[in-house]
């Protein structure tokens, strides 16, 4: 393989030298997978039927319950087809539309975390002009922008990585084609290209966290001016949930992107590569169930309808018993 043109596909060695352990992380992230796409999948439908849900704060959950599924559809079932293939292969079209959703789906996420923390900062520091800020026109313009945005950086990026000629090697030292990995096969100097991305990253990662950050200073500062105690721990628990995903989320994210491709580690960066592209997913439909009472009380409300209307269709539609099981 001497150009670009030759290459056909990609050889995903990230987990390769694992051997026998491979069937074993095949059966944990199916079971990581699913339950990650159940709870989500529980989210949206809760915050969907549950009128008590219909705000500004939840849609732009349900939108990044729905974004976080697409992003792991992109990932991980080709990685638990890998686990279980002799030679985990991709080829070149599909490795750039993986990386084109992938980028473009990881970016949309970020964006609408920072319009959740944005969302926050209004409620708490401006709640009677909160309605006529956050407007249902404003909550779907600023999904929007953070989608239209989070692809058009996609874009870039993928031109960026694939206008590289791979010469030297197919070999893909990743368990699904990110950025550096792939850009590293490259056989001429990408560090040019390296500095754009590495800018877009910031774009991306630092300028929405700190965004993010100023906002919690005002939203603090307001909390604390709040008389009642019990007023102060509302105020915070509105936001608990906010917070861990947004350090979670951009800490993962910061610790790969934020930095040279020169320092890419595939040991430890496939490590935290799998905590942000299996795990996250699962954390941010938990951390919103288990630390919000509003979301838990509603799931509860749904349940309960769900189990009357079960108990309705087996009056309305009892099931006859065989003449001979009655006798």
Do not use: W
């Amino acid at each position: 393989r001497q150009n670009q043109s030759v290459i056909t596909e990609f050889i995903l060695v990230g987990f390769s030298n694992l051997g026998h352990l491979q069937t074993l992380l095949f059966f944990i992230f199916l079971l990581v997978y699913l339950t990650t796409l159940t709870a989500n999948a529980t989210i949206m439908t809760v915050i969907r039927l549950e009128k008590a849900l219909h705000t500004p704060m939840y849609f732009f959950l349900f939108v990044l319950s729905c974004s976080e599924t697409c992003y792991t559809l992109v990932i991980v079932p080709k990685m638990l087809t890998n686990l279980l293939s002799t030679v985990p292969t991709i080829s070149f079209s599909g490795c750039a539309a993986q990386l084109y959703f992938f980028v473009g789906l990881a970016c949309t996420n970020c964006f609408l975390i920072a319009v959740m923390g944005y969302d926050r900062y209004v409620a708490i520091c401006n709640p009677l002009n909160y309605t006529l800020i956050i407007s249902r026109a404003t909550c779907m313009q600023l999904v929007l922008a953070s989608s239209v945005c989070g692809f058009l950086i996609s874009v870039v990026v993928n031109i960026l990585v694939f206008s590289v000629p791979f010469c030297a090697s197919n070999r893909i030292n990743h368990f699904f084609c990110d950025i550096s990995p792939v850009i590293k096969l490259g056989c001429t100097d990408t560090n040019l290209k390296e500095m754009v991305i590495f800018f877009l990253s910031i774009l991306v990662l630092l300028v929405p966290f700190v965004l993010i950050f100023i906002s919690y200073v005002f939203i603090v500062s307001t909390i604390l001016k709040i008389s009642s105690v019990e007023g102060q721990c509302k105020a915070f628990a509105t936001c608990a949930s906010h917070l861990t995903v947004v350090i979670v989320h951009y800490g993962c994210a910061s610790f790969i992107y934020l930095r040279p491709t020169s320092l890419y580690s595939s040991d430890k960066d496939g490590l935290v590569a799998v905590t942000y592209t299996v795990i996250t997913p699962l954390l941010n439909p938990l951390v919103y169930t288990l630390r919000n009472k509003e979301v838990k009380m509603a799931l509860r409300k749904v349940l309960s309808r769900i189990l009357k209307f079960v108990s309705c269709l087996k009056v309305k539609y009892p099931v006859d018993l065989p003449p001979t099981l009655k006798e």
